[in-house]
């Protein structure tokens, strides 16, 4: 009986570790722009990984060289930094955007610039992707995961309960809080408070689960349908980084390199005999419904950008007062 007992407490044990998995959600490291936007459409710098083609939404019929200005990708500087409508006068929103930072320790990371307001109220700073990082985009040929945004560009699928994540950024003594937004399947977010960054240089801070269940006796142990289930993923959707209104505003620059999650497997991963997605593509339609309004906004919005860069006027009064030849 005895023997039974310490089995029982051994299996136990060795299906909470079988659950548990470690990953990087997103590795900004990875996001640098291998198209620069000059050589691109002139508005979007392109990452080729992560780039997708949103002209594919648009039920407008464009033609074939309008649909090319219509690319775009999680390359860091077409990612967005927006100042809560309080706080985003002209003045604070140009100045607040990403740029590729080159880090000693990892090399291109993203870096963001914001600015908020010397008032005594809250204010928002939202850094997010140019787009929603879509779920189910289908990997490039001969990739080993199973759609495009999956290992480090956004995607974690088969997530259970998540025990804990981390974000790497980079610190500059500012006080303001850091909060990180997650979306699972079926769009609802989680909220992740931080804390601080009131520290200086590169540092890991944490979220751990309270919720989290440490005892495998606690777990609620069911069998639940494999598929087409959507809820069991995970991506990243934004940070914020929030001032309170005894703080005070004005620039502040910080760097992100990634974000980690550890969790559990939603079901244990085994291989399976059919690859049920490529025959019944339910779970690619679903998300691609999902997205179709939004991504159809981009492609116009990426289509009226182009135009709007060619009608901006390229000559200066010092331009042409430079090539007036000089009085003889």
Known sequence: MKRIFILSIISLLAIGSL??????????????????????????????????????????????????????????????VKISNSSATIQNQSVSKSKEAASKAYGTVLGVRARFPNANWNAVATIKPPFEIPAYEP??????ASSKFEGGYGVIKNVGSIKSVSVSVYGLNYPYTLYLILLDGNGKELTINLGSLNFQGWGEVRWDNP???????????????IYPQESSLIKFSEFRIIKTGDQAGGDFVTYFKDVKVIYDQAVLEEERDIDDESIWQIQTIRENEKNKATQANQSNSLFLQAVDKKKQASESFDAQQEEQPADE
């Open 19 to 80: 659950l548990a998995n470690e990953d990087v959600l997103i590795d900004f490291t990875l996001l640098a722009a291998d198209t620069p936007a000059e050589d691109n459409n002139g508005i979007t710098a392109l990452n080729e990984a992560t780039t997708i083609d949103t002209s594919n939404y648009t039920a407008n019929n464009y033609t074939d060289e309008q649909k090319a200005l219509m690319k775009t990708s999680l390359a860091i500087e077409n990612w967005l």
């Open 139 to 144: 990997a490039a040929e001969g990739s080993e």
């Open 211 to 225: 919720r989290y269940p440490q005892d495998v006796r606690d777990r609620e142990l069911a069998l639940t349908p």
